[in-house]
């Protein structure tokens, strides 16, 4: 099959199972690295692989437009499908756009009242039911715990796993943030951090020791920033 094919390349998939399945219902996972090293580019990859095996994906964008969202969407799948020498791309690229839907916020006008207003508009109308909800470009420099407890009930609410890319500061770590990272990765299940070694990006699972095998053999290919396994 055409989707098998992709879900079994996936690195992340083994054994029947993968990093989208150790997020529970109601729980949060990040991704975190500095800028331009490949958040967005990680967390499209674990939409993709959710769209594939007919999980439903919102997609929350805030600062890029649903325009570049859908590029980054389209460019990895073309990249993806490449790698497996996929047949018919353009019509399972079809098949699977209905597992997807993107939202644009502005920043200063995101909150969760209004998150769950629209929510509601596509669940109630039956336009869309989401699974997993990815928010792109969340602030974490001062991160409100009122907010995140409100996102917390929200997703126990409508049984959603919460992918979150979080936005980490030249040269920053857990040991020199002042707290900053700490606090933020009390937030998580699952805590991702991309980090740039040579002409390689590492994935290190800063949070979860169930992905703690990860952190030796997948990579994010600076090339065409897809995850690959590197054994």
């Not at 029947?16 to 331009?36: K, Q, T, Y």
């Not at 839907?101 to 207003?117: G, Q, R, W, Y």
Request: aromatic share 8%; with cysteine.
């Amino acid at each position: 099959m055409r989707t098998q094919d992709l879900i079994l390349g996936n690195p992340f998939y083994t054994g029947g199972s993968d990093v989208n399945e150790i997020v529970p219902e109601g729980g949060f996972g990040a991704v975190l690295s500095r800028a331009g090293v490949g958040k967005t580019a990680f967390v499209v990859q674990l939409a993709l692989n959710s769209m594939l095996r007919g999980k439903n994906v919102l997609h929350i964008s805030l600062g890029d437009s649903i325009e570049k969202v859908s590029l980054w969407y389209h460019e990895q799948f073309q990249r993806l499908s490449g790698e497996c020498s996929i047949e018919e791309r353009p019509k399972l690229w079809e098949e699977i756009l209905p597992h997807r839907f993107i939202m644009t916020f502005k920043i200063s006008k995101f909150n969760v009242p209004v998150l769950e207003e629209r929510l509601t508009d596509l669940t109630a109308q039956n336009i869309f039911h989401p699974s997993i909800i990815i928010i792109d470009g969340f602030s974490f420099d001062n991160p409100e715990k009122q907010e995140f407890s409100e996102l917390k009930a929200l997703a126990c609410k409508y049984k959603l796993q919460l992918w979150f890319t979080v936005h980490t500061h030249p040269d920053e770590t857990i040991e020199n943030s002042s707290g900053r990272l700490l606090q933020v990765l009390e937030l998580f299940d699952v805590a991702l951090e991309l980090k740039p070694h040579g002409a390689e990006v590492h994935i290190i699972a800063l949070k979860n020791p169930g992905l703690r095998a990860i952190d030796t053999k997948l990579r994010l290919d600076p090339s065409t920033m897809l995850i690959k396994n590197f054994e």
